[in-house]
């Protein structure tokens, strides 16, 4: 029984670049959400994804930033030409439907140099 | 709105000693309230939540919270700290429809033996 599982763990990019983080929600969770951790602050909302479907993205930035969590397949956080102050931690949380508790996957640590 | 202020961002305490992590939350409506536990390079890990049961909440590790409506409160205590504790924990609601989870700014424990 998988967790939820984020890839890759780490990843560099240098400015301009894009970068894309994926996510695999637990098996039978339709619902997925990403969140942003800055350096030395707590976890930010993005996004809150179910099946092909953006419920709400008041967390996300107007430029650069997209995502998707398409019928088959993970979730994907996209960030085109990236600059110095994307450098975070995103985390991606699923749960099933009706439910309260979300469930973390282990983060992707975004570098860009 | 929701949100949550975690008082302290750093907290040390002896090896055995009590440890208490405060947090207090703002809602317009009845929040649902958890705790969540973030080793170093890893994903956040739920300790407890309050979801309208009783208002003292018992979790994992010998972590507990109890939920203080007339203090708006929901702090997080253990009465023996272990080495093993030393992360940084957050504090979080849920409230309004749907589960956008707000966090607090986290408060790093240090253990001290």
């Known amino acids: 029984n998988a967790g939820v599982m984020q890839n890759p763990r780490h990843l560099v990019r240098r400015r301009g670049q894009e970068a894309r983080l994926r996510c695999s929600p637990m098996k039978g969770h339709s619902h997925v959400y990403w969140y942003r951790q800055l350096p030395e602050e707590g976890l930010k909302f993005m996004v809150y994804l179910q099946k092909e479907n953006i419920i709400d993205e008041s967390g996300m930035p107007k430029e650069r930033f997209s995502a998707e969590f398409p019928k088959e397949g993970p979730s994907i956080l996209r960030i085109q030409q990236v600059v110095r102050g994307d450098s975070a931690a995103y985390f991606c949380?699923?749960?099933?439907?009706?439910?309260?508790?979300?469930?973390f996957g282990p983060g992707t640590r975004l570098t860009v140099t | 709105a929701q949100s949550v202020t975690q008082l302290g961002s750093h907290v040390s305490v002896s090896e055995g000693a009590l440890v208490l992590l405060r947090c207090n939350y703002s809602s317009s409506v009845p929040p649902y309230l958890f705790w969540y536990v973030q080793y170093p390079n890893q994903g956040l890990q739920l300790l407890l939540k309050y979801t309208s049961a009783a208002t003292l909440v018992k979790g994992i590790n010998g972590f507990e919270a109890e939920f203080k409506k007339s203090e708006t409160s929901f702090h997080l205590t253990k009465p023996s700290a272990h080495m093993s504790d030393a992360a940084e924990y957050f504090c979080?609601?849920?409230?309004?429809?749907?589960?956008?989870?707000?966090f607090g700014t986290g408060t790093k424990l240090q253990v001290i033996p």
């Open positions: 949380a699923s749960s099933p439907r009706d439910s309260d508790e979300q469930y």
């Open positions: 979080a609601v849920i409230g309004g429809g749907y589960q956008k989870v707000t």
